[in-house]
């Protein structure tokens, strides 16, 4: 389940820089996160790269921040098992800082920051799960999870004016993911505690590659812009530690004895680095059209063919009660078969610039996802079977000091729709989670 995370951001990306130059002024991601076309300043470097080409002062430079504000989870589980699982409490953070420079008829720069993913995230969710299956015994999991997470990105990019309407841009980008995620869980059977997972810690580690072709058909009202992306190798290693208390008397599941002293276990595995192509390769293919001076439209597609890989995960397996073993749980290596099914996303948008200096724009995308996971370990076989739409605005201005000094605000609102099915041997859950959200940011640019 952790790569289905991975889908739902692609679209989030964030607000870019400004300048009293014409290049610099952010346009493009307020015009509904576009990337092929619509110049975004220097944050062109983490765009098309052929955008660069529009650069008309020597050097630009550029920062942002965003938050997010408000976010609510609407979950709907249907399982032999009651599942209630609370709003996390969560902490999503974004930013990036670029600078590039123009040198006759070519561009380069470097960014670093966020693209695709929350520079930084952190959440906290409890949840608790009761399981009747074995009637008139009941179960019951009261479970604590936190998670933090930091994606940084770096981009360098070089671009070439062919002739005065046309210019190619060529990228490569390098970053490195950390994610930890921490769980603690009492046991209780009838109301008696008779274990708790004290400890119960898994740590991602994964350094990613990507790169980018773009060209770029420009005149003084209109653009044609075309983006390909060879898609994301990743190298990633991961640890698993977990300890667990048995409070339990006797033989496992006992509930007629009072609780022993602690009995503690621990337990730890890691997997050694391994190579996996997360993210087939995409085209974007994009227009604007200037149709007044007051008026702009945009729109892009994005296509992603199908793309399959193979991961390797640990988690652990059993139960605090009933597993034959002392320390209740044990730590397990499964296989995953990933398959991303053909997926296409719309972006586009408006800006109105109805006085000199401020300008306002709209925008709006769609996404939609299906996705296959195969697992298997020594229990047997599971798939997963699910769904994504996504369905984002985003609103923006532009203010012009006339100091060199640009900024602008922007308002991302999302909404999520997820359904997904689990199945392993008899068992079967359905997952469904409408994920709403806004975010906000500012950014500051400025050209010399």
């Not at 693209?115 to 009761?130: A, C, E, H, P």
């Not at 009941?138 to 360098?156: C, K, Q, R, S």
């Not at 730890?268 to 227009?287: C, H, L, N, Q």
Request: hydrophobic fraction near 35%; glycine fraction near 10%; proline fraction near 4%.
């Amino acid at each position: 389940m952790k790569r289905m995370k991975l889908l739902l951001p692609a679209l989030l990306v964030a607000i870019v820089f400004l300048s009293t130059h014409a290049y610099a002024q952010p346009k493009g991601t307020l015009m509904g996160g576009l990337v092929s076309i619509v110049s975004d300043g220097p944050f062109d470097v983490s765009r098309n790269p052929a955008l660069l080409s529009l650069q008309t002062s020597q050097n630009a430079a550029g920062v942002f921040i965003r938050l997010r504000p408000y976010d609510k989870h609407e979950y709907c589980v249907e399982a032999p098992i009651e599942i209630d699982r609370g709003q996390p409490k969560v902490i999503y953070a974004g930013g990036m800082a670029a600078y590039s420079r123009k040198s006759g008829s070519s561009s380069w720069g470097f960014a670093l920051g966020e693209v695709g993913n929350d520079l930084v995230s952190y959440s906290k969710t409890k949840m608790r799960t009761f399981n009747t299956m074995m009637s008139p015994i009941v179960i019951a999991d009261y479970e604590t999870e936190e998670t933090l997470e930091t994606n940084p990105m770096g981009f360098a990019t070089y671009a070439l004016r062919l002739s005065d309407a046309d210019a190619v841009g060529f990228q490569v980008c390098a970053g490195y993911s950390y994610k930890k995620t921490s769980k603690i869980k009492d046991t209780y059977v009838d109301s008696l505690l008779v274990g708790k997972l004290a400890k119960n810690d898994r740590i991602i580690g994964s350094v990613k590659f990507s790169g980018g072709i773009g060209y770029l058909h420009s005149t003084a009202d209109s653009q044609v812009g075309l983006l390909l992306k060879p898609g994301v190798a990743v190298i990633e290693n991961e640890k698993y530690n977990y300890t667990f208390i048995d409070l339990a008397d006797g033989a496992p599941g006992s509930m007629t004895s009072p609780p022993a002293p602690d009995d503690s276990r621990s337990a730890g595995k890691s997997v050694a680095d391994r190579f996996m192509y997360a993210k087939g390769m995409s085209i974007t293919v994009g227009g604007y059209q200037k149709l007044s001076p007051l008026f702009g439209l945009a729109f892009e597609a994005e296509f992603t063919p199908e793309n399959s890989y193979t991961d390797r995960n640990l988690d652990i397996d059993g139960t605090a009660v009933y597993d034959d073993e002392v320390s209740g749980y044990r730590i397990v290596s499964s296989k995953d078969f990933l398959t991303a099914k053909n997926s296409v996303v719309l972006r586009g948008g408006v800006e109105i610039s109805p006085y000199d200096g401020i300008s306002f724009f709209v925008g709006g995308g769609y996404n939609y996802q299906d996705i296959s996971i195969i697992s298997e370990n020594d229990e047997g076989k599971g798939q997963t079977q699910g769904k994504m739409e996504f369905f984002y605005t985003t609103f923006g201005v532009n203010y012009n000091t006339r100091r060199d000094i640009n900024f602008a605000f922007i308002v991302f609102t999302g909404k999520i729709v997820s359904d997904y099915r689990v199945e392993k041997n008899s068992f079967s859950i359905r997952m469904k989670d409408t994920y709403t959200l806004l975010d906000a940011g500012i950014a500051v640019t400025t050209a010399f």
